[in-house]
């Protein structure tokens, strides 16, 4: 089949699904089908050549819309590619869409986005998870293979969880953040989605490594991830902290991921007890930091150079004020103004420079962990996926769905998420392995395994239908 044969099939079906899902904000039918043209017009290797890529509408494209799913920005159309980017056209890919988010990536539902919320493609009155849900929605329902998105405290895993498929967040420093709109820079990363651990294997080697646009991307060598899918889990030692899988765990979600995890014991893995004793402070010192980053990184969105602007301001400080007040969502504002408060005289101590060193504490524990295994196993969300509108006036609740993701963000160490199951409500569940830095290779081998052993998973409802 021709590249463009292929674009064409994914345009349409982007276009036939989204007025369902919500899943993109722009579909870019022109550009793609050009370089889909220009990829057919020539023989190469290259080793995405034809590949459709949806990405996240926080990550920069040249000429296309970067809205980061709010209103301040808008149409804002970027003036350059992310590195991520830039990588991806060069090994033959093709970006087909701008993916749906909460708004600066702030969320666990996708519900916060100026652009309405994203459906659930296994149950349209859920959500998809967040703040990625677009693009793992996107992964799910068929419409592409692949898809960016990126993570501050698990905004890949646990919509690649809620959704069905595969989700990795690299170590930090693993791909270039040079063009991802900045929430919380010692957090963030950009990560991927994929229907196989082979997917994102092959994209994985494409846009990591070291990139001198980006001070914390490290020159560390880039594996061959693909030829790692290979290796027997025979005898690998698998940690469980038995404390997490108790209160607040819903039945079928632990049910689910023993089981798996009973399975990879039995291709040989020995399964052991591991401690993480901080870990039940994360979701604190995460929204600490989180929020204090953000509202550093937020000041510059002021209506002076880019973006939205506030009409009929008589001067400037007004002009700051309402275009600020009309241009951010509600959940945004709560993060500025937390933010503000734990950086302020008085304060800094008392939270911000406390949670900083619980952050060490947090880091610590799974430096203590991997002497005694070489990854961890949790769950990666503590329910399924829940109703449109379920927690939006409980914010705590909304934030407590990332617990088991924040601290692989605090430590800056890789996790994955794999689709374990299927909950009574044919919903489905994620199982979690957070693996010491650099060690991305090995936790897309444990994935590939749990694939192969079930090939034959059930798709959504809410599918392209390719047969």
């Known amino acids: 089949m021709s590249v463009v044969s292929k674009i064409q099939t994914v345009l349409d079906n982007a276009e036939r699904l989204n007025p369902i899902l919500n899943s993109f904000l722009s579909i870019e039918r022109e550009s793609a089908l050009m370089r889909a043209n220009e990829l057919d017009s020539v023989e190469s290797t290259a080793p995405l050549h034809g590949v459709a890529v949806a990405v996240k509408d926080n990550i920069c494209t040249q000429g296309t819309r970067t809205s980061c799913g709010s209103r301040i920005l808008g149409n804002y159309a970027a003036h350059y590619d992310a590195t991520a980017i830039s990588r991806l056209r060069s090994a033959g890919a093709l970006i087909v869409g701008k993916t749906n988010m909460d708004e600066f990536a702030m969320g666990s539902s996708n519900e916060t986005s100026a652009f309405g919320t994203v459906k659930n493609p296994w149950d349209t ?36 969880s809620l959704c069905g498929v595969y989700g990795l967040k690299p170590t930090y420093g693993r791909i270039s953040r040079y063009g991802l709109v900045a929430f919380a820079s010692s957090l963030d990363n950009i990560g991927v989605f994929g ?24 020159d560390v060598p880039v ?9 027997s889990v025979k005898g690998m030692r698998i940690g469980v902290p038995r404390a997490l899988f108790g209160e607040g ?22 399964i052991v007890d591991v401690e993480l004793p901080h870990a039940k402070y994360g979701i604190a010192v995460y929204y600490i930091i989180a929020t204090a980053e953000a509202s550093s990184n937020l000041a510059r969105f002021d209506g002076v150079r880019y973006g939205f602007r506030a009409e009929d301001a008589r001067e400037l400080r007004q002009m700051y004020f309402r275009t600020r007040e009309e241009g951010f969502g509600a959940e945004v504002k709560r993060r500025i103004m937390l933010g503000t408060y734990v950086l302020s005289s008085g304060y800094y101590d008392a939270y911000y420079s406390k949670a900083q060193k619980v952050r060490a504490l947090v880091k610590r524990d799974y430096v203590n962990a991997f002497t005694q295994c070489d ?22 609740a909304m934030y407590l769905s990332d617990i088991y993701t924040v601290s692989a963000n605090l430590a800056g160490i890789p996790a994955i998420s794999i689709p374990c199951g ?35 998973k059930e798709k959504p409802p809410v599918h392209v239908d390719l047969t």
């Open 223 to 231: 594996p061959d991830y693909s030829a790692a899918l290979d290796t």
């Open 249 to 270: 765990l819903d039945p079928e979600v632990r049910a689910s991921v023993g089981s798996a995890i009973e399975e990879y014991a039995a291709m040989g893995a020995e």
């Open 125 to 160: 009155g859920r959500v998809p998870g967040g703040s990625s849900g677009g693009s793992a929605a996107a992964v799910a329902s068929g419409v592409v293979d692949v898809s960016l998105g990126s993570e501050t405290g698990g905004s890949v895993r646990q919509p690649a």
């Open 375 to 396: 990854v961890i196993a949790t769950p990666t969300s503590p329910s399924v996926a829940f109703r449109l509108g379920e927690r939006s006036d409980d914010p705590l």
């Open 422 to 456: 299927l909950s009574t409500e044919r919903l489905p569940i994620g199982l979690q392995f957070i693996g010491n830095a650099w060690s991305e290779p090995v936790l897309l081998n444990l994935a590939q395994k749990f694939e192969a052993a079930h090939p034959d």
């Open 195 to 218: 229907r196989t651990p082979t997917d994102i294997a092959n994209v994985l080697g494409v846009i990591s490594g070291r990139d001198p646009l980006d001070s914390t991307s490290a």
